[in-house]
């Protein structure tokens, strides 16, 4: 897989929330609302959920459980998008129909199902993924395992990964696994160091392996993510694999 150069990548979240109160419990709506770019192409996603005791309910349009939920967000330091979901696929090219996602927290275990129908088609995409957080384990102070799969009854995509904390700095393994395209997996590492409470700087590298044919160039990348502490948060990274194959990512959200 090749991109033109200076190909962009965009990601806008929006998220307004508020507590009331059913019968002797407390209980916390929100609308999420969403927008991608990628090139030319834009996709657009709107959910109303609630927060509930054992974690989450969204439904309308949300985002795939692939990519949001329980497992972190593709590597933070690069804009190569070879872990976007199917779901954020068909997003993009206009054929995502409405569906639900559901995320259950139980102490340091979290899973989540995600379900949307396809515009135009019989097939839909069904989504599930999770992750266990174990914190103090020497040397590390945290350690996250986190995987998931995706299908729409014709391709499929699996994501394994851990992530690994110890004071300012956290390392990230990804490899993904998708059935489209001849078959292909994507091995990608990340490290990042946390200057301040606000600026996290990182550096990211990937390689792809084609199950047919020749595999991809060795992709590296730098990126920054930036909490201003007010509800902003913004983060991008630029990767490439040469003068002429490189991409730009950046993502932009709000919390309030």
């Known amino acids: 897989m090749s991109r033109d150069a200076a190909l962009e990548i965009t990601q806008k979240d929006a998220r307004a929330q508020g507590t009331f109160r059913f019968g002797g419990a407390a209980l916390t709506g929100r609308i999420e609302i969403g927008v991608t770019n990628s090139g030319a192409r834009e996709a657009t996603y709107a959910s109303a959920g609630l927060a509930l005791p054992f974690g989450s309910i969204d439904v309308g349009r949300p985002r795939s459980i692939m990519d949001i939920g329980p497992m972190p967000a593709r590597s933070r330091f690069a804009a190569e998008d070879a872990l976007r979901p199917l779901a954020a696929e068909a997003a993009l090219d206009h054929t995502l129909g409405g569906g639900v996602r559901i995320i259950g927290d139980h102490g340091g275990f979290q899973i989540g199902s995600s379900f949307h129908t396809l515009d135009g088609r019989d097939d839909d995409i069904v989504g599930i993924a ?3 957080d174990l914190e103090d384990m020497q040397p590390a102070d945290r350690i996250v395992v986190y995987g998931g799969l995706e299908s729409d009854g014709r391709d499929e995509r699996f994501r394994l990964g851990t992530e690994v904390s ?9 490899v993904v696994r998708a059935s489209d395209d001849g078959g292909y997996s994507v091995g990608q590492i990340s490290l990042g160091l946390a200057v301040n409470e606000a600026l996290t700087l990182g550096v990211s590298g990937s390689q792809r392996f084609e199950r047919v044919g020749e595999n991809g160039d060795p992709r590296f990348g730098i990126g920054a993510e930036i909490d201003t502490g007010s509800g902003l948060f913004v983060s991008g990274g630029l990767d490439g694999a040469s003068r002429d194959d490189y991409a730009v990512d950046l993502s932009v959200g709000f919390q309030f």
Do not use: I, Q, Y
Not at 166 to 174: I, S
């Open 130 to 132: 999770g992750r266990f």
């Open 166 to 174: 110890r004071g300012p700095t956290v390392a990230t393994l990804d």
